[in-house]
T-cell receptor, first 106, second 109 residues
Framework: KNEVEQSPQNLTAQEGEFITINCSYS?????LHWLQQHPGGGIVSLFM???GKKKHGRLIATINIQEKHSSLHITASHPRDSAVYIC????????FGTGTRLQVFP | SQTIHQWPATLVQPVGSPLSLECTVE??????LYWYRQAAGRGLQLLFY??????ISSEVPQNLSASRPQDRQFILSSKKLLLSDSGFYLC????????FGSGTRLTVV
């Protein structure tokens, strides 16, 4: 069993839909990253959080340390949001989830 | 602010050829540096990490090696590439708020 599990693995949505991607982990962490990987491969860090909630534009990330769970929400999704979203936890090193492939159709 | 440069972005190499991927960091000193690889359909897996010049720890046995000749430079190398070395390679620095390079997609043909 992976130390970081994401769900769903694949997600399709219509433009405008509200999207939730979940991340559960089994190790103690100091913080958690949400990353975005576009088809060309480049990775962008969206959030790093260790408690509570962070918001940037249409993206919201939450984390519950007691439940070892984090969610990434996208409001009013758009085709340009199509990418792979990766959860990574900071233990003594980074441990990555396998990612969620999101496709948003117009 | 800290930035990390990784190149090239894409690379196609024949089996048996050598490899050198470079990662450099700006805006910080004595960072921990990491090389990760993402094989097709898999999550990113830690290959090497370094806590200082000349200090390299390997997480998984493989056909690759890493070196840290300068404080802010981390190099991933191979003497002879295998088909199984194909994948997406990512450099990162940490541990206090990780920063990521843009990655290198390597295809071994």
């Amino acid at each position: 069993k992976n130390e970081v599990e994401q769900s769903p693995q694949n997600l399709t949505a219509q433009e405008g839909e509200f999207i939730t991607i979940n991340c559960s982990y089994s190790v103690g962490i100091s913080a958690l990253h949400w990353l975005q990987q576009h088809p060309g491969g480049g990775i962008v860090s969206l959030f790093m959080l260790s408690s509570g909630k962070k918001k940037h534009g249409r993206l919201i990330a939450t984390i519950n340390i007691q439940e070892k769970h984090s969610s990434l929400h996208i409001t009013a999704s758009h085709p340009r949001d199509s990418a792979v979203y990766i959860c990574a936890v900071i233990n003594d090193k980074l441990i990555f989830g396998t990612g969620t492939r999101l496709q948003v159709f117009p | 602010s800290q930035t990390i440069h990784q190149w090239p972005a894409t690379l196609v190499q024949p089996v048996g050829s050598p490899l050198s991927l470079e990662c450099t960091v700006e805006g910080t000193s004595n960072p921990n540096l990491y090389w990760y690889r993402q094989a097709a359909g898999r999550g990113l897996q830690l290959l090497f990490y370094s806590v200082g010049i000349g200090q390299i720890s390997s997480e998984v046995p493989q056909n690759l090696s890493a070196s840290r000749p300068q404080d802010r430079q981390f190099i991933l190398s191979s003497k002879k590439l295998l088909l199984s070395d194909s994948g997406f390679y990512l450099c990162a620095w940490g541990p206090y708020g990780y920063t990521f390079g843009s990655g290198t997609r390597l295809t071994v043909v």
